[in-house]
């Protein structure tokens, strides 16, 4: 049974500050995708890392994509308020385009 | 983006009564799939369609059934409402980035 696990689930951290977001998946998998949820909004797509070694980046957040140890990072940079949201990785089953999503990590930036 | 709309986008209905969430694209999707986000739980498939008329299980079927007569239109049904069917529903679709319908709260009584 393939598995996403993120940590951690809750993070409180101040302005400026550098964090990352883990994401570990228990099978083979090479498409990995980062997705950003506002509180009571739907979600919407951050990154798409479609191989081993892949790296997004989009201001102040980027993603990379290590496959043969299962494991995407999600780092943020210099934090701001406006980053604060819940944060979600989801892994391609491979078969009819299916997810499998992590439990979200929910962000929260203080000024 | 307007690809992909949901409706309606809150509903109240009280146990024992039927429902019918629809999702409306217009990106000529194969691929779609019904979700329930629920507290604790992240995000869980219901059922998906890979066409007019395919569809299948997800995770959390039970008490769910779908209908796919025309591309378009991917409707999920809760047969007989309960309140544990009390959540947000999110349609998806396959396209780069993995588009998002904007969301159905529905709340069972």
């Known amino acids: 049974e393939l598995k996403v696990e993120q940590n951690p689930l809750f993070l409180s951290m101040q302005e400026g500050k550098n964090y990352t977001i883990y994401c570990n998946y228990s099978t083979t998998s090479d498409r990995l995708y980062w997705y950003r949820q506002d509180p009571g909004k739907s979600l919407e797509s951050l990154f798409v890392?479609?191989?081993n070694g892949a790296v997004k980046q989009e201001g102040r957040l980027m993603a990379s994509l290590d496959t043969k140890a299962r494991l995407s990072t999600l780092h943020i940079t210099a934090a701001v308020h406006d980053l604060s949201a819940t944060y979600f990785c989801a892994v391609d089953l491979d078969s009819n385009y299916q997810l499998i999503w992590g439990a979200g990590t929910k962000l929260i930036i203080k000024p | 983006d307007a690809g992909i709309t949901q409706s309606p986008r809150h509903k109240v209905t009280e146990t024992g009564t039927p429902v019918t969430l629809r999702c409306h694209q217009t990106e000529n999707h194969r691929y779609m799939y019904w979700y329930r986000q629920d507290p604790g739980h992240g995000l869980r498939l219901i059922h998906y369609s890979y066409g007019v008329k395919d569809t299948d299980k997800g995770e959390v079927s039970d008490g769910y059934s779908v209908s796919r007569s025309k591309t378009e239109d991917f409707l999920l049904t809760l047969e007989s409402a309960t309140s544990s069917q009390t959540s947000v529903y999110f349609c998806r679709g396959p396209a780069y980035g993995y588009t998002f319908g904007s969301g159905t709260r529905l709340t069972v009584v």
């Open positions: 890392l479609l191989s």
